[in-house]
């Protein structure tokens, strides 16, 4: 046992011994004591094949997290991806086979689970990040590098409407400053009160390494996400049926149209809402410098009241919605503006 820290007078200072912990660092401590239990490793056994077709067994590791005591834990798609077998490695030492209950690749996360007893499982507390603030105190518990689970500390440093990660596009992201190594996607983003506010999913590097800019699925977009696989096993997302292109301000000139900016509808699902709807696709293709633009159809300019300026910010508002609900667009039809009321369906599966 410690003996009573004791302040020593020299020449005036006050001398605290070194090992005396400061409150930000007692708060540290405590929550990777409470919660590194709930964090696990997760190993995906895929099989690839070699120039003579020969099986080639390789492994790759992701961390996660619990999420009740039924053995449900939450990690990334691209952890579990093209998985032959999942394994998860709790803290106590213990291995378990893992069953995939879901994935959504749209938001790269995903749902396993164990049959291990309800009383090893540590399930962490979900918390809120609708109000996050730039400068926030935020812990990521992970396992880098398949090694043992590590403690790191940084602030969100910002939150970004959308950050593409290869193919895919995930919105609302919290950009932090703690160290988040490729081993930790899948591992939580704790605040300061060891509730999850973020699912540590990628980071941005020229090497590889850590450079402090690592990327977060919000906390608030995985309730909805692992509340639709418990409950139908996919993730339910709205349905428009249109394939749209960028109207950039240099076409938007070479064209002489009333916009500047805007998504054009290129393409109409048969039997889409946007079918039902009246909706027009293009007719006709254009060259205007290198790009090569399909003309003709509607001009997409704003989305229940937001403005529309990209391909991409009229997806996002189109899923902001629920299948059945109805989305009011304004567009531009053969140069004169008009509004078009579309109920989305559930997107194909």
Partial sequence: MRAPLLAIALAGLAVVPAWALTGDEENSVSIYRRLNAGVVNITN???????????????????????????????NHHVVQGSQRLEVSLADGSKWIAKLIGADPVTDLAVVQIKAPPETLVALSLGDSSALQIG???????????????????????????????ATEIEDVIQTDAAINPGNSGGPLLDSDGRVIGINTAIFSTSGGNIGIGFAIPVNTAKRVVADILTRGYVIYPYLGTETQT?????????????????????????????RAGL??????????????????????????????????????????????????????????????????????
């Fill in 45 to 75: 056994r895929a099989v690839a094949y070699d120039f003579f077709f020969n099986p080639v067994p390789s492994d790759s590791s992701g961390s996660g997290f619990i999420l009740d005591a039924q053995g449900h834990i939450l990690t």
């Fill in 247 to 275: 109207l950039t301000p240099a076409v938007a000139r070479a064209l002489e149209l009333p916009v500047g900016q805007g998504a054009i509808i290129v393409r109409i699902a048969k039997g889409s809402p946007a079918a």
């Fill in 136 to 166: 926030q105190k935020v812990l990521a518990i992970g396992n880098p590098f398949g090694l043992e689970h590590s403690l790191s500390a940084g602030i969100v440093s910002s939150v970004r409407k959308f950050v593409k990660t290869g």
């Fill in 280 to 349: 027009q696709g293009g007719t006709r293709q254009v060259i205007i410098g290198n790009a090569i633009v399909v003309i003709g159809g509607d001009i997409v300019t704003a989305a229940d009241g937001t403005k529309i300026q990209t391909s991409e910010a009229l997806r996002r508002v189109t899923r902001k919605h629920q299948p059945g609900e109805i989305m009011k667009l304004e567009v531009l039809r053969q140069g004169k503006q008009m509004e078009v009321d579309v109920k989305l369906a559930e997107q194909p599966r």
